[in-house]
C-alpha cells in the first residue's frame, strides 16, 4: 500500500499526537507500506503552524491579561517562542525520514505549463471559484511518482474534499477522486482521515494476536460500558479539554445579540459527562482503539468588558448564564490490563 498526505488532514495534528496517526505510523513500520508526503504539503504545513502559534498567542495574552487584573501567581511560561516551535516541527519530519518512515516527494519545474495551462482552463483542483495553485502541484506530484513507478492500491489521504473528489457523491458519504483528476491517474483512492483508512483497509493494515483476539470476544463494548471507563479515567482531561476551549470564547460566541458585538470572558461551572455514542473498536496486535463521541453538560457564565466604568468599578460585569451541550470526538487504548490510556479529543462542538 503507497499512502499520500494532504495538508488538509495535518493541520490540526501536524505533530501525529492523534491515536490513528500514531497507530498508522506503527503500522507502516511492522507492514509493507509507503508514506509520502509532498515538500509542498511540508511548506504549507509550517505556514499553517505560523497560523496556529498566533492563535495560540492571542489565547495566552488574553488569559494573561486576567491574570494581571487579579495579581494572581503562576509557574509556567506565559509566551510561545516561535523559533523554537518552528524547529521542533522541522526535527519531527526530518526524524521520520531519516527513520525511513517517511518520504519526500519534490515537485517537477517540468509541471509548469501544465499548472498554468489548468489555471487558465479553471480545471480541477483549480475552479472557477478559487485558485488552488498548492492543491494542483501538491496532485501532480503525486500523480507523476505514481505513474513513473506504476504503483498500485494507492491512498490519497485529505479531508480537502471540494478541490480532489466527486462533491455529489461526497454528499451521500461517497468519497471518490473526481472524474476530472481521474484523467491524470485512476490509481488513487481517498480517504478523509487516518481513522477512516485504518478502519475501511482493516485487512490490509490491522493485525492482532491470537491471544487479544480471544480476550476480546469475551467483551462488552457498550455505551454504558465505554461511559464509565470515560468518566471514571478521563473526566479531569475532559473537562480541562473544555474550559481551554471556552476560554478563547467571547459572550457573544454563547449568547445572540444582534444589537452589538460582546467582547469580554467566558467561564464554566459543573460539568455533566451523561453520553457516549457511535462506538468503534479497532484492534491492533495486543491491544485496541475504543473511539466514539461524548455529550457533556456544562454551566456556564460569561462576562462583558465594562469599557465605562466609575473607578473602583470592576473591568466586567455579569452578562449572562446558561447551560450548553458540547460534543467531543474521542479516542483511546485499551487492552487485557483494563487500564485506559492516551486519551484524545477533536472536534469541540457546542450543540445546544
Excluded at 55 to 77: G, H, M, P
Excluded at 143 to 171: G, P, Q
Excluded at 241 to 268: H, M, Q
Aim: a negative charge; proline letters at 2%; charged letters at 30%.
Amino acid at each position: 500500500m503507497n499512502i499520500f498526505l494532504d495538508t488538509s488532514v495535518l493541520y490540526k495534528d501536524p505533530f501525529w499526537k492523534g491515536n490513528f496517526f500514531n497507530e498508522l505510523i506503527e503500522i507502516v513500520k511492522e507492514k509493507e507500506i509507503n508514506l509520502y508526503i509532498s515538500n509542498i504539503v511540508l511548506m504549507e504545513l509550517e505556514h499553517n503552524y505560523k497560523k496556529i502559534i498566533e492563535q495560540e498567542t492571542i489565547k495566552l495574552d488574553k488569559v494573561n491579561t486576567q491574570i494581571n487584573q487579579y495579581n494572581i501567581k503562576i509557574n509556567n511560561l506565559t509566551s510561545i517562542n516561535l523559533e523554537e516551535s518552528l524547529k521542533t516541527l522541522n526535527e519531527f519530519y526530518n526524524q521520520l525520514v531519516k527513520d525511513d518512515t517517511i518520504r519526500i516527494l519534490d515537485y517537477s519545474n517540468d509541471m509548469l505549463p501544465e499548472i498554468v495551462q489548468r489555471a487558465i482552463e479553471r480545471k480541477k483542483p483549480f475552479t472557477e471559484n478559487k485558485t488552488e495553485l498548492k492543491d494542483t502541484i501538491i496532485w501532480l506530484t503525486y500523480v507523476d511518482f505514481v505513474e513513473k513507478h506504476k504503483l498500485n492500491d494507492c491512498i490519497l489521504l485529505t479531508s480537502n474534499i471540494s478541490d480532489f473528489c466527486d462533491t455529489e457523491k461526497a454528499k451521500k458519504d461517497i468519497f471518490e477522486i473526481h472524474s476530472e483528476l481521474q484523467k491524470d491517474s485512476k490509481r488513487f483512492k481517498v480517504y478523509k482521515a487516518p481513522k477512516e483508512l485504518i478502519q475501511n483497509e482493516k485487512l490490509k493494515l490491522q493485525f492482532i494476536s491470537q491471544r487479544f483476539s480471544v480476550w476480546l470476544e469475551d467483551q462488552d463494548f457498550s455505551n454504558n460500558f465505554v461511559l464509565d471507563i470515560i468518566k471514571e479515567s478521563f473526566e479531569k482531561e475532559i473537562t480541562r479539554k473544555i474550559e481551554r476551549e471556552y476560554e478563547s470564547l467571547e459572550p457573544s460566541d454563547i449568547f445572540e445579540n444582534d444589537e452589538y458585538y460582546v467582547s469580554g470572558y467566558v467561564s464554566t461551572g459543573y460539568f455533566d459527562i451523561f453520553e457516549v455514542d457511535s462506538i468503534q473498536v479497532d484492534n491492533f496486535n495486543e491491544e485496541c482503539i475504543i473511539s466514539g463521541e461524548v455529550y457533556i453538560s456544562c454551566d456556564v457564565e460569561a462576562y462583558e468588558y465594562n469599557s465605562v466604568r466609575d473607578p473602583g468599578e470592576d473591568s466586567h460585569r455579569f452578562y449572562g448564564e446558561t447551560t450548553n451541550v458540547i460534543k467531543l470526538i474521542f479516542s483511546f487504548y485499551y487492552n487485557k490490563t483494563e487500564i485506559p490510556r492516551s486519551l484524545n479529543l477533536d472536534n469541540f462542538e457546542i450543540i445546544e
